[in-house]
């Protein structure tokens, strides 16, 4: 169970889901649904109703310098967007 939410993912995209008890983590390209969700309710201590994935493709980057052309690419993650039960909240910054 532990290693399974890598990172939570916030953007001004994301935060506007969270009106509708939606949130989004970072986790690893070998983990299912059911194994996101249990670790959600287990950290954050909320009801999970929904789990969605997709795996976000890494991008091809080129780097010109004096030395040359290197090329490379970013890696490939996967994203897991969850939808919360009627009432329940994440607070990732606490009370800042």
């Known amino acids: 169970m532990t290693g399974i939410l890598i990172r939570p993912i916030i953007t001004e995209k994301i935060t506007g889901m969270q009106d509708r008890r939606q ?7 070998a ?5 996101v969700g249990k ?11 929904s789990v969605r994935t997709l795996r976000v493709k890494g991008k091809g ?3 010109l310098t004096r030395a040359g052309r290197f090329q490379g690419r970013t890696k490939t993650w996967k994203k897991a967007i ?14 800042v």
């Not at 983990?31 to 194994?35: C, D, H, S, T």
């Not at 670790?39 to 109703?49: C, D, P, S, W």
């Open 82 to 95: 969850v939808t919360l039960k009627e009432g329940d909240k994440i607070d990732f910054f606490g009370n």
């Open 39 to 49: 670790a959600v309710e287990k950290k954050f201590k909320v009801h999970v109703t």
């Open 23 to 29: 949130y989004a983590f970072e986790v690893p390209l």
């Open 31 to 35: 983990v299912n649904k059911v194994e």
């Open 61 to 63: 980057k080129t780097q």
